[in-house]
């Protein structure tokens, strides 16, 4: 079986980004740190701006395309993104030479060697958001971020992967008695907001029905309304009242970070 690998270089309200990586190419998902902390994060998986391919972005809020610009002018890289992202991007990210400005809409899908990638929509309270699937061969990875509800179609993208990086953003109890205003908790809450741990754990148990799922990640943890200890019992709670558990899958749950990359992962292994 082919393989491929990913680290999750950042994940959270305050920024987000992944890298992409088989023996041809690299991509990284999103850029939103600024653009040195974007590379001291690279350097930490021993990777160079110089080794990025592209950029794909999934949407045009600061936490993942702040270092964007930055990225894109001192590596010359192309970026991917819908033209509605690229418009809502204007004025965000500084000027882009247009040759590095690259299109690819929703239900697309790009080829970079062997490795195969796919943009499709999601609901989230952008212009035009989108998440990815990567895949060489039979292996694939799903990288799920900014739901506001799990889709019938969005699991339809990511029911068939290996691995799947999949938001699980907040704690329903923490974050109704948090210090937000109620009008950013209504934003999170709603059907264009943020996936909870609750939610998570209700798309996992219809993950589960397909026996190739082996980790998931979880992703876009807030810092204020949850912990990750506290979205895994929750998850496994949801599982467990519909009679399922991760063991009997042989699936884990993997700790993505605010500030540290995590390993590298192969795909297909």
């Given at each position: 079986m082919k393989t491929?690998?990913?680290?999750v270089l950042a994940?959270?309200?305050?920024?987000?980004?992944?890298?992409?990586?088989?023996?041809?190419?690299?991509?990284?998902?999103?850029?939103?740190?600024?653009?040195?902390?974007?590379?001291?994060?690279?350097?930490?998986?021993?990777?160079?701006?110089?080794q990025i391919d592209a950029i794909f972005v999934t949407h045009e809020h600061a936490d993942h395309i702040k270092?964007?610009?930055?990225?894109?002018?001192?590596?010359?890289?192309?970026?991917?993104?819908?033209?509605?992202?690229w418009n809502a991007?204007?004025?965000?990210?500084?000027?882009?030479?247009?040759?590095?400005?690259?299109?690819?809409?929703?239900?697309?899908?790009?080829?970079?060697?062997?490795?195969?990638?796919?943009?499709?929509?999601?609901?989230?309270?952008?212009?035009?958001?989108?998440?990815?699937?990567?895949k060489e061969g039979d292996s694939k990875l799903s990288v799920a971020t900014?739901?506001?509800?799990?889709?019938?179609?969005?699991?339809k993208e990511i029911q068939d992967s290996d691995v799947i990086v999949l938001e699980s953003n907040h704690d329903v109890n923490m974050l109704q008695f948090g210090k937000y205003p109620w009008n950013i908790k209504r934003r999170i809450l709603g059907d264009t907001g943020h996936l909870s741990n609750e939610a998570a754990g209700q798309a996992i148990a219809d993950l589960l029905e397909v026996e190739q799922v082996r980790r998931i990640y979880l992703a876009h943890l807030s810092l204020d309304h949850?912990?990750?200890?506290?979205?895994?019992?929750?998850?496994?709670?949801?599982?467990?009242?519909?009679?399922?558990?991760?063991?009997?899958?042989?699936?884990?749950?993997?700790?993505?970070?605010?500030?540290?990359?995590t390993l590298w992962d192969e795909v297909g292994n």
């Open positions: 491929f690998k990913f680290s994940s959270g309200s305050t920024g987000n980004a992944t890298l992409v990586q088989n023996k041809d190419t690299t991509i990284m998902i999103d850029a939103g740190l600024s653009g040195k902390k974007l590379e001291q994060l690279l350097e930490q998986r021993n990777m160079q701006g110089e270092g964007l610009g930055v990225m894109c002018r001192k590596y010359k890289l192309p970026v991917y993104a819908n033209q509605a992202t991007m204007q004025g965000k990210i500084g000027e882009i030479d247009p040759q590095f400005m690259q299109i690819i809409e929703p239900g697309e899908m790009q080829t970079f060697g062997e490795l195969q990638m796919k943009a499709f929509p999601i609901s989230h309270d952008a212009v035009n958001p989108v998440a990815y699937w990567f900014d739901l506001g509800y799990m889709s019938s179609n969005v699991k949850n912990m990750m200890e506290l979205a895994k019992v929750t998850i496994q709670h949801e599982l467990k009242e519909k009679d399922l558990n991760l063991e009997q899958h042989n699936v884990k749950l993997m700790d993505t970070y605010p500030y540290t990359p």
